[in-house]
């Protein structure tokens, strides 16, 4: 089946630093893949639609100039979380979709901000 | 936004027991689909049903979907402790962007 990868699978980091997190789907091209956030015990929450070749578009309520993502190729998208803050340490999982009703996700980031 | 409701929160059964969860969600969908998820972890797809359908089978995996009530069911047969997990209805209103439930907590005790 599909594969969607994201590096790194955990990250820690100290106040203001800002974080990248890649998406990769390996065995299929995504024009198209999404991002989502969830806190714990809580459900996914879409923050944005990143379109290959153009800018992302971002849900109400996300910041975009805090959330930076870049959708570089047709297998690759990247988050990046600028100055980082301890409230935004979340679990970030992303999706790809190949062109048709399913879509396959990552198996997620954990980013802890200290 | 968030757009479907799960219940119950929680369900815990023991091992060959059958789990049955609902799902019910606000507005017009192209399709609804449920997703296991294991501490964690990532998404794991296990089933798409179209707003066309009403009942749908995969394996030990029951959906039927009731587009007149906007609500689905998830139905688990002789449930495995491997079952274990949260499961989460998603709904998809035509453009892939997934709007997802709460969630509802299975444990499945040996």
């Known amino acids: 089946g599909a594969v969607v990868s994201q590096h790194p699978s955990r990250v820690i980091c100290k106040s203001g630093t800002s974080v990248k997190i890649e998406c990769r789907s390996l065995d299929f091209q995504a024009t198209t893949m999404f991002w989502y956030r969830q806190f714990p015990k809580q459900s996914l929450m879409l923050m944005a639609t990143s379109n290959e070749g153009s800018k992302a578009t971002y849900e109400q309520g996300v910041e975009k100039d805090k959330f930076l993502i870049n959708h570089a190729s047709l297998t690759l998208s990247t988050l990046t979380v600028a100055s980082a803050h301890p409230e935004d340490s979340s679990f970030y999982i992303c999706?790809?979709?190949?062109?048709?009703?399913?879509?396959?996700f990552g198996p997620g980031t954990r980013l802890t901000v200290l | 936004s968030q757009q479907g409701e799960e219940d119950p929160q929680a369900l815990s059964i023991q091992e060959g027991e059958n789990a049955t969860m609902n799902c019910s969600y606000k507005?017009?969908?192209?399709?609804l689909q449920w997703y296991r998820q294991n501490s964690g972890r990532g998404l794991v797809h296990l089933i798409l049903i179209r707003s066309n359908e009403r009942e749908k089978h995969s394996g030990r995996l029951r959906v039927t979907l009731d587009t007149s009530k906007k609500s689905s069911s998830l139905l688990i047969t002789a449930s495995r402790a491997a079952d274990t997990a949260s499961y989460f209805c998603a709904t998809d209103a035509n453009d892939y962007k997934l709007s997802f439930g709460a969630g509802t907590t299975v444990t499945v005790r040996a």
């Open positions: 999706s790809a979709v190949p062109g048709y009703d399913t879509q396959y």
């Open positions: 507005t017009s969908i192209n399709n």
